[in-house]
């Protein structure tokens, strides 16, 4: 059972949709400019809200009705590794 109102998992939800675009936006631009700042920075920053967000939903939330957030986390580290490659 989920310790979360539906209203809370949906904005949850929102706003963990709002961090990884906000941090997809700045993987192109690292891509085609390099890792430096304040791209690098700001894209770890929104990693960072990631992370706090899947721990919410991992802590508080039903594991059967998350979405993939173990894909998300995989997807993150891999560019966290080859940005520092």
């Not at 709002?18 to 941090?23: I, L, M, N, P």
């Not at 993987?27 to 085609?32: G, N, R, S």
């Amino acid at each position: 059972m989920s310790c979360l109102f539906e209203s809370e998992i949906n904005a949850l939800q929102e706003a963990l949709d709002d961090e990884f675009k906000a941090w997809a936006t700045y993987d192109p631009v690292i891509h085609d400019f390099a890792p430096i700042r304040p791209f690098i920075n700001i894209r770890d920053s929104e990693a960072r809200h990631i992370d706090a967000l899947l721990r919410v939903f991992r802590d508080y939330h039903d594991a059967s009705q998350q979405r993939d957030l173990p894909a998300l986390g995989r997807c993150l580290q891999r560019n966290r590794h080859q940005d520092s490659a």
